[in-house]
Each structure stands twice: as structure tokens, then as C-alpha cells.
């Protein structure tokens, strides 16, 4: 793959009428969700039946009762896919759909099985930019399913949860799985979520996330799907720099995500957010 290509897939024309779902991913599936459930299935079907969780798209219907509902044109200007990674737990689902419907799925925890994505439009100075973010089982059993998405991913988000040693352990190994699956050029951000939680459940301190990111030399972030911490700063940040890396050569601009996320955030502290 040619290390441009990842970032050369800009929408020309939204004209879909009645297939124009928000929700349907660009040129895949007609109907958005056939490949997806059809590997999540199989991928469930081939693994221990004991416990079995429900399906993505199962989960995702319960939360919204429409997912084939209609949306008008959205004209906008780029797309990029942007992938949820991190072992299971860490909230990954949480965090897409704070920042996609500004709720918290608070309750009983139904794992992911497979993927899930949904999509935001969001302005980025004056680019309407449609991010499609896709979900994943942290599971291990479906890490076969998850890889299959590495590769034309345009950044990914790679969370582990401040409350869990084991998650932030593991994400060594997701680096180099990452490594292994994605594109080369894609942008990684590490984020700690569950930053709401009181300092005594906290078993990751935040300099350690701000050590391992800067040693892979990737962007880091806390966030709480919960109270919504950094959540939009997130994602935000995530499409600015995948903006600059499409078009800033051209305006001869700079962009520093890290600069970006300090300023940002300076007025953020994740104590006062605990809710
Ligand atoms: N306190 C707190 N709890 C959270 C936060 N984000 C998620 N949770 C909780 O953590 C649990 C797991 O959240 P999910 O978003 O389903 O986790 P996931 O990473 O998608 O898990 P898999 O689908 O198994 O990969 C749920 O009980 C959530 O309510 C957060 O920011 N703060």
C-alpha cells in the first residue's frame, strides 16, 4: 500500500438518497452491517459457547431503536475511519457513544463482540469532516475478527482504564499488534479512560501514561466516557491532525498535536470532574 494512500479517500458526492444512512460505512456493505455481523458470527460461532455476549449489532440495537433510519445528505468534505482499540472493559463503547450521542451507558456491561461503528460529522475550522469510528471486541478471541480493520484504519484510539494495571500492561502488546496490522502511517493516540474514578481506585498514575506515550512517541490523553472529560478533545484532536496530514503540506501550515491536546486541556483537571 502506498503510504499515501490511507489518507486519499475524500467524499465527492453524498448523493444517496435512501441509502444514505449516517450510519453506513463508505463503500463496504449496501446496508452498513452484513460483513460486519456476518464476522462477528462467525468469530462468535467459532469460540466457547459458555457465557456467549451478545452481538454487536445486538447491543447496538439496543441502544438505538433506528440504526436503518435515513439521514439527509451531509455534504461533507473528508472521511476518515478512526478505530477503538484496548483490552475488553476499558470503555471503548462507553467513549464512542459519549462522544457520538453525549450519553453515558451506565448499567449492565454487555461485551462487544466482533465490531461496531458509528459515524459523527464534525467541523474542523472550515472542513466538514465525517469521522467513522469503529468499536471493537477487546476480547481476545476476536482479536482475528479486529485485525481485518487495522489496515485501512486513519488513526487509532488505544484505551486502557485507569482503574485496571492489567489493561495499561497490555498495551505494549497492542503497540506492537498495531504495529503488525496497521498502516504505517496511521495516527495513535493512548488514552487512560475512567479518569473520574476517586484517587484510591486509581492503579495507573497519569506521568506513567505520559511516559509510555511519549516513548512510543504517540499522543496521550485522559478521558472519562462517564463525566466526559476530554472526550470531544479527543476525537477532535485526532481529526485536526489527520486534516493537517491531508492538507497541511499543501497551506504550508504547522500542527502539533501534542501542543494542541496541552492547550486544550489546561483547564481541565480530572479530580475536579469526578462526578
Ligand atoms: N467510572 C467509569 N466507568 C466507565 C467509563 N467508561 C466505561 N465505564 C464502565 O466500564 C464498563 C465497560 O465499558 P465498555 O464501554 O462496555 O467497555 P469496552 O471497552 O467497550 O468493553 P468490550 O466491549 O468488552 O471490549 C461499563 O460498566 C461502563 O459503564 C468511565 O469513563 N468511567
Redesign the pocket.
Known amino acids: 500500500m502506498s503510504s499515501d494512500r490511507v489518507f486519499e479517500r475524500r467524499i465527492v458526492s453524498k448523493r444517496r438518497t435512501s441509502a444514505n444512512l449516517e450510519d453506513a460505512p463508505e463503500k463496504q456493505c449496501p446496508n452498513g452491517w452484513a460483513s460486519v455481523v456476518a464476522a462477528a458470527s462467525a468469530a462468535a460461532a467459532s469460540s466457547s459457547s459458555s457465557s456467549r ?1 451478545k452481538t454487536a449489532v445486538a ?1 447496538n440495537l439496543q441502544q438505538r431503536p433506528t440504526p436503518f433510519q435515513p439521514h439527509p445528505d451531509s455534504n461533507c468534505d473528508w472521511f476518515f475511519k478512526v478505530m ?1 482499540l ?13 462522544f457520538r450521542d453525549d450519553t ?10 466482533g465490531v461496531d461503528f458509528r459515524n459523527k460529522i464534525i467541523s474542523v475550522d472550515d472542513s466538514k469532516v465525517k469521522l467513522q469510528i469503529w ?5 481476545e478471541r476476536f482479536r482475528s475478527v479486529t485485525h481485518a480493520y487495522y489496515r485501512d484504519a486513519h488513526a487509532l484510539l488505544l ?1 486502557y ?1 485507569v ?1 485496571n494495571k492489567v489493561s495499561f500492561d497490555n498495551i505494549r502488546a497492542w503497540l506492537s499488534e498495531i504495529r503488525d496490522y496497521a498502516h504505517e502511517q496511521v495516527v495513535i493516540m493512548l488514552i487512560g ?5 476517586s484517587s484510591n481506585d486509581r492503579m495507573v498514575k497519569r506521568d506513567e501514561g505520559e511516559q509510555l506515550a511519549k516513548e512510543y512517541s504517540v499522543t496521550f490523553l485522559e ?5 466526559g ?1 476530554n472526550v470531544e478533545i479527543a476525537f477532535m484532536s485526532v481529526a485536526r491532525e489527520l486534516l493537517f496530514k491531508k492538507t497541511g503540506i499543501e497551506k504550508k501550515g504547522s500542527f502539533n498535536v501534542q501542543e494542541y491536546v496541552k492547550e486544550q486541556t489546561k483547564t481541565n483537571c480530572p479530580a475536579c470532574s469526578t462526578t
Open positions: 455476549p447491543k477503538v484496548g483490552d475488553s472493559g476499558v470503555g471503548k463503547t462507553c467513549l464512542l457513544v459519549r453515558f451507558l451506565g448499567g449492565n456491561y454487555i461485551s462487544t463482540v468499536d471493537t471486541a477487546g476480547q484505551l482504564d482503574t479512560n475512567k479518569a473520574d474514578c478521558t472519562s466516557a462517564k463525566s472529560l
